[in-house]
């Protein structure tokens, strides 16, 4: 048996320094433009009134009355990727991932998503919009009762303390064997602790990312959070432990502004040449080249001062260099062979294995380590 989550380590962070400001206008300024697919069903939900005593009806999330995901859990899940690939700060204020406690001083993740400790607040550096679903979506025709998301905990040190928290960041594992809404694990008595959805089936989406004033090498620390290398995912929304969430982004549009461009007064000024204008619609192969060569550029300029930074020999591939966060991540973004025997330990499993520890990501990848099956 495979728990539905594991943790990716940390490793040596990158360096932490004052962020650019708003009050002049320095570094890469622009816009993004991302197309995410699905792989296997999501769902998020609209926010709803949870009825006292009963299963909640949960909607999927719609602006317009069309499926969309929310800006604030994009960010959430692009914020959380980036702070594991740059073992960055984390909410969780531990020995291995100190927070940053002064906006003159910020990890790229602070500069780049934002900072607040009491009034001392940087806003970040870029802006994401809703993600809006294009034509030929496909939405469940009926509701399901999920199994319960965690089962009841019982005080197990081993797994959920300090102890865990101190392995890294927590993933949840791809489970690519659920396709459709009969591989979705559903409860057949259902109490007042599940919820019913409208789970996503499959769908296309598009969103934006509108940044400035980032440094090459933070603008390079957005584009590995938001294009992963192939054949690994992103995980989005709720249920992850049951499987749903798993989704693929890809960068398809971008535009640069020159300082200039982002001052109405200088509209009619000459648009700096040198920037990039290609929209998310234009396919030819000369334009996709130009997006793939400025990609490489700004993921390149990350990859070697991330390299510097573990004391390694420069590179302009990320996902070459050997460190505990990145072989983590590999797998845990992965679509792992053995996702089959992913399931959370029972109540009474607990009880039987009290002192039981989470094998590790590199232990279950390896084939050395397994939780007992009961
Ligand atoms: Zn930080």
């Known amino acids: 048996m495979i728990n539905p989550y594991n943790f990716v380590r940390s490793d040596n962070p990158m ?47 719609r602006i317009d009355n069309r499926p969309a995901l929310p800006c604030s859990s994009l960010k959430g899940m692009l914020r959380s990727l980036a702070e594991a690939i740059s073992s960055g700060c984390s909410p969780f204020d531990s020995r291995q991932h100190p927070r940053c406690n002064s906006k003159k001083n910020l990890c790229p993740t602070c500069r780049l998503f934002g900072y607040l400790k009491g009034n001392d607040v940087h806003a970040g550096q870029l802006c994401i919009s809703d993600a809006i679903v294009e034509d030929g979506y496909e939405l469940a025709k009926e509701r399901i009762i999920l199994k319960e998301l965690g089962s009841p905990k019982p005080n197990h040190e081993a797994f959920y303390k300090e102890a865990a928290r101190e392995q890294g960041r ?48 933070e603008l390079g620390l957005l584009l590995h959070s938001l294009e992963l290398p192939e054949g690994l995912y992103h ?31 200088s509209r009619y000024r000459q648009f700096n040449t040198n920037s990039l204008n290609i929209s998310a619609e234009s396919s030819d192969s000369e334009t996709q080249k130009q ?27 990320l996902w070459s260099l050997n460190s505990k966060n990145l072989n983590d991540l590999k797998i845990m973004l992965s679509e792992v062979s053995y996702s089959n025997e992913i399931r959370y330990p029972g109540f009474r499993w607990f009880q039987d294995h009290s002192q039981e520890r989470l094998p590790s990501t590199q232990d279950i990848h390896n084939g050395s380590r397994r939780l007992p099956d009961n």
């Open 291 to 317: 997006l793939r060569h400025k990609i490489d550029f700004f993921k390149g300029a990350y990859a070697s001062e991330y390299a510097h930074n573990l004391g390694q020999p420069a590179t302009n591939d």
């Open 170 to 217: 927590k993933f949840y594992y791809h489970q690519s064997h659920i396709k459709g809404v009969r591989d979705i694990p559903i409860e057949g008595n259902p109490t007042h602790r599940n919820v019913r959805i409208e789970p996503l089936i499959k769908g296309t989406f598009r969103f934006t990312i509108r940044y400035w004033n980032t440094s090459d090498i």
């Open 235 to 265: 995980k989005f929304g709720m249920a992850k432990p049951l499987g749903l969430g798993t989704i693929h982004i890809n960068i398809i549009g971008w535009k640069e502004y020159s300082p200039e461009s982002d001052n109405p007064a």
């Open 15 to 61: 360096g932490k320094k004052e962020p650019n400001t708003y009050e002049c206008i320095r570094g890469y300024n622009g816009l993004i433009t991302c197309r995410l697919e699905t792989r296997t069903p999501i769902f998020t939900p609209a926010p709803t009134q949870r009825p006292a005593g009963r299963a909640a009806e949960l909607r999927f999330f």
